[in-house]
Structures are given as structure tokens and as C-alpha cells.
């Protein structure tokens, strides 16, 4: 007799379904197939749905069950239903890169971090839509995309932020368990505050990009999204790991042990005031000032932070241009560029490619002063708090390289640029659904030192055992 | 990469926070529109390119703008790029 799979299941946590699973509640299959059907029928009503792996995801699934028949259990993400950015080759189905001149690429081999979650029995479902080229050197509308705008489930009018957009869609509105976004500069972030839900930016080289597409080889991240910072965690043990085949590897393994964590208490958080009071959207301010409450109240120090000086914005934009425009040199040259849905991102490639090797190193070289600058900065602070962005997710009509409001600029900086400067110093990334504004979910940052994920990760998993905002559901 | 600059780097500034002549020329017509304004009002965005050809100048400008930005930062000479060739 078939087993009805109730709606709750599809917003559980990634322990709680693999509970259920090893106590037969529902069969691996029963599971993928209902995850199946959820993402076909209501994926592409959001935009979300790049591709169903139905048929794999069964075949995935038996083998699981069989697993789970002999007790060979292989850890809390077997039998997991997940989803992959497009971005990431997958054999003998289409990888798309979100773009129309790459709308027919098939790759025959399988990018290293879906390899390791094989492993771990996890089942994945789907490929997920993205911004093209995950947004390039840079773009102007939400509709900068193969399958159209990110639509956000919290309100179809607006943006599901990107370029991770099928990503924090399919998270959010309980499509898949978990999903697998990238990050070059906000990537992870931003779609994952605008759609309320939690990611992880992992350290630079943490993560194989093996098998990823490349935007920008300095500063491309490939990181989960999940529904809890316990979840991230598990996802990140699963997919971090020394890679040959990636020249960027760290050759590094990260562990997540939430039961080794430092004691909060030691801990001392810097944050800017600023952000929170001034540059922050006013209808965010009341929810982001709970947030700081509640971050105190873990009992971890507070203290005043600001960042260095440095034009983080031209130092970003000259690096990924540069790169960018080198790695799509041949989509340049060829004219097919002119084949992509975003006139600014069409020029910007075309762009890069006159950028000046003085400009590209110029840029290079401000940035190792950079990753000095925050080397000093986080030896003052373990961690620095901001919110992951400061207005709710825009109108999908909206151009996104315009200020979204008209009010005036704070005289100080802030943490405004963590986004830029975290990337460029490659440092880890985590963000919590902290409240609402507007009816829209916002977002907070924590950055933390290289290869400090647990950190980030026990400050996350105590700010979600006192908050609830990671367990809300938007009306799908 | 997220477009999304936090309003402080609007694209359409000039470095050191200078006007481009077209917002210079706007600002000037509503001078005293803008000085009822705090000091730190966000200048007027510039029109959104019609045609891939603005697009392509606009692009071009951004980045000019970029380097002008980058030029003026000053480096210890010693100062390597953050890229490491291993043998």
C-alpha cells in the first residue's frame, strides 16, 4: 500500500528525515518520489526547476533502501532528497549554466561534490535554476536567466536574489532537503536571506569546484544551503575535502563537531551600530535589533567593529571582470555571447576582455593587503556580525545595479562591504533568517576566520535553538 | 556575483564621491532641491543605457571609473599579488 507522505516532511530538518527513514517510516523511494513530484509541480512555478533527475533519483533510492534493509547505514545524509545548482556537471544531462548559448551542454563526468554526496547515499532530485554565467561580471535584472527571474515564494512579485536562486527557492518553499548554491560575491548570501533560509559560505579551497562552472577562479565557493546551521553543518562535513583535481584546494577536511565547539562566552563578536540603525531598511530595524538581543543574550562578547579602508567595490569588480572575460573569451569572440538574456552582463563581458594587466594586479595586490587587514581584524574579534543584506528582496522589475531606496547614505560605513571584503578575503560566511520586513524574510551575516565554519556554525545553532524565523514556511 | 552594491558604491559615482558632469548638470538645476538635503543624499541615478551601444560605453566607463579608483590607492612596492605560483 502506498504511503501518503505528509506536508511537514518536506520542511524537515536533514536528522529528522533520516530518523524516519531508519525507522521505516517511509521507504528512501516513497520519499524521492514525493520530493519528485513537488519539485516538477510547483519548481517551475517559481522559476526554480533547471532539470528532475526523476529517474535517477529512484534508481538512487532503491539502492538506499536496500542499504537501509542490510543496516548499512552510511550517516544522516542517506537517503536525503537534494538539489544542485546548475552549474555543477552531472553526466549525460544537461548542465546549462543558466544560459542560452549553453542550453545543450552535456558534460560525461560528475562535479567532485556531488561524487562525495553519492556517497553519503543522499538522492539528488534536481538541477536548479540559476542567474546566467552565475550573474558574471555583473547584471541588471532579475530576469538575467535561462528559465526567467527567481521568483521568491514569500511573494512572487519579488526577487529570490541569485545567482543561487533555484537554490534558496527550493529550500525555502520545501522543494528539496537541502541544495548546493556557489558564491563568488553574494551568491549564497544574498538568495539565501531574501528567501529565509540558512547558508554557509565555506573558506576559499574548503571546497573542491571540480566539475563547477568557473566564474572567477580567486574567488569561486561552492557552499550548502539548508534549512538550520545544524543542517549546513552535516552538508559541509559531507562535501569538504582535499581535491586534486581542484588546483585551489586547501587540502583541508572540516569536521562538524558542534559538541567541540568553543564556548560561546569566550567569544567576541564585533558588529557596526550603523548597520543595524541607520543603513538598515526601517521596517528591518525592529527584527534585526531582536537579533542583536538575542545574540547577546548567548552570552558571547559585543563589541564595536569597523573595516579597513579599502575600495573593496572597484578591487572586486576588476578581479571577476578580468577572469570572467578570460574564461568566456571563446562565448566572447564567437558572437554567442550576445545570446545571454542580460544586456549589462553582455557588455561587461565584452568589457573585460580590455581590461589592462596593470589593473587586474593593481587589484590583486590591494587585496593581499586586504586579507592582512582582516588577519589583524579578526585576531581583535573571532567573528564579525552584519546583516546579510540591508533591504528585503526587491521587485523582480527592478534594476538591481540602482539604490533600492531613495534615502540618504549614513555618513559612516559600516559593515556594508563584508559581502566584497569577505569574499576577497576569502573568509567563511553564514547566514540566519532573523525576522521579516515588509512581509519579506531578512538575513544575518556572521564572517569568521579561514576554516573557522564551526564557529559560525555553533553561534548559528544557538541563535536557532532561542529564534524560531528558520522553521517559518512561506504560503506555497 | 550579486549586482546588489549596498548604496554606498552606486556604479554611477564617481570616485571620492565627485559627481559625473550629467549628475553635476542635474544637480545644479535642482541646487535648491539639493541643499534642503542632507549631506550625505545619494546623487541622482543616471539613465539606464538604451541600446547595447550605451551598454558597452556604460561597461567601459565602470571600469575606467574602477581604475581610476585602484590608482589612487598606494602600494608598499613589495606588496605581491594575492596569487601564488607553486613549483
Not at chain 1, 23 to 40: G, N, P
Not at chain 1, 311 to 329: L, N, W
Amino acid at each position: 500500500m502506498a504511503v501518503t507522505i505528509p506536508d511537514d516532511i518536506f520542511f524537515a530538518s536533514i536528522t529528522e528525515l533520516n530518523e524516519r527513514l531508519r525507522k521505516k517510516e517511509f521507504s528512501a523511494v516513497e520519499l524521492a518520489k514525493a520530493f519528485s513530484d513537488r519539485v516538477e509541480r510547483l519548481g517551475p512555478k517559481y522559476n526554480a526547476l533547471a532539470l528532475s533527475l526523476r529517474d535517477h533519483a529512484r534508481r538512487t533510492a532503491k539502492d538506499v533502501d536496500g542499504d537501509i534493509k542490510r543496516d548499512r547505514l552510511r550517516g544522516p545524509l542517506q537517503g536525503i532528497p537534494f538539489g544542485a545548482k546548475d552549474l555543477l556537471a552531472f553526466p549525460k544531462q544537461p548542465t546549462t549554466w543558466g544560459a542560452k548559448p549553453y542550453a545543450a551542454q552535456v558534460f560525461d563526468y560528475t562535479a567532485t561534490v556531488l561524487s562525495k554526496l553519492e556517497k553519503t547515499g543522499s538522492i539528488l532530485t534536481s538541477k536548479l535554476a540559476m542567474v546566467e554565467l552565475a550573474g558574471g561580471p555583473s547584471y541588471r535584472y532579475a530576469s538575467a536567466s535561462l528559465t526567467g527571474p527567481g521568483l521568491n515564494p514569500w511573494d512572487t512579485t519579488r526577487w529570490s536574489g541569485g545567482s543561487s536562486s533555484g537554490s534558496g527557492i527550493a529550500v525555502a518553499a520545501g522543494l528539496v532537503t537541502f541544495a548546493l548554491g556557489s558564491e563568488t560575491s553574494g551568491s549564497i548570501l544574498t538568495p539565501s536571506a531574501f528567501c529565509g533560509v540558512t547558508g554557509l559560505r565555506p573558506t576559499y579551497g574548503l571546497v573542491s569546484r571540480y566539475g563547477a562552472m568557473a566564474l572567477c577562479w580567486t574567488l569561486d565557493k561552492i557552499g550548502p544551503m539548508c534549512r538550520s546551521a545544524e543542517d549546513c553543518g552535516l552538508v559541509l562535513h559531507a562535501i569538504a575535502g582535499s581535491d586534486h583535481n581542484d588546483p585551489a584546494s586547501a587540502g583541508k577536511s572540516f569536521y562538524y563537531a558542534p559538541s567541540f565547539a568553543r564556548n560561546l562566552k569566550e567569544l567576541r563578536i564585533g558588529f557596526a551600530p550603523v548597520d543595524f540603525d541607520e543603513w538598515a531598511e526601517p521596517s528591518a530595524r525592529p527584527d534585526f535589533a531582536k537579533a542583536l538581543d538575542t545574540i547577546r543574550s548567548l552570552g558571547v562578547q559585543v563589541t564595536e567593529a569597523k573595516l579597513p579602508e579599502f575600495p573593496y567595490g572597484p578591487v572586486i569588480g576588476a578581479i571577476v571582470s578580468t577572469e570572467a572575460a578570460s574564461i568566456f573569451e571563446p562565448l566572447i569572440q564567437s558572437g554567442r555571447v550576445n545570446e545571454l538574456a542580460d544586456q549589462k552582463q553582455i557588455a561587461g563581458l565584452k568589457a573585460g576582455l580590455e581590461i589592462p594587466a596593470k589593473d587586474y594586479l593593481k587589484a590583486m595586490r590591494i587585496r593581499s593587503l586586504i586579507q592582512e587587514a582582516f588577519r589583524d581584524l579578526l585576531s581583535d574579534v573571532d567573528v564579525l556580525l552584519a546583516p546579510s543584506r540591508t533591504t528585503p528582496a526587491p521587485k523582480i522589475t527592478q534594476p538591481l545595479d540602482r539604490p533600492l531606496n531613495d534615502r540618504p547614505a549614513p555618513k559612516e560605513r559600516g559593515l556594508t562591504a563584508l559581502i566584497p571584503a569577505g569574499n576577497l578575503a576569502g573568509l567563511p560566511a553564514l547566514s540566519l533568517p532573523c525576522g521579516f520586513a515588509d512581509g519579506m524574510p531578512m538575513g544575518i551575516q556572521l564572517v569568521g576566520r579561514p576554516f573557522a565554519e564551526n564557529t559560525l556554525l555553533s553561534i548559528g545553532k544557538a541563535f536557532q535553538e532561542r529564534t524560531d524565523w528558520h522553521n517559518r514556511r512561506p504560503p506555497v | 556575483m550579486v549586482p546588489m552594491a549596498e548604496p554606498r558604491e552606486t556604479h554611477n559615482q564617481k570616485p571620492g564621491g565627485k559627481l559625473t558632469r550629467r549628475q553635476l548638470a542635474a544637480a545644479v538645476s535642482a541646487s535648491a532641491v539639493l541643499l534642503a538635503q542632507p549631506a550625505t543624499a545619494q546623487p541622482p541615478a543616471a539613465p539606464l543605457p538604451q541600446n547595447p551601444d550605451e551598454e558597452l560605453k556604460a561597461a567601459r566607463d565602470q571600469n575606467r571609473q574602477s581604475a581610476e579608483q585602484l590608482a589612487k590607492f598606494s602600494l608598499p612596492m613589495a606588496t605581491e599579488p594575492a596569487v601564488h605560483f607553486q613549483a
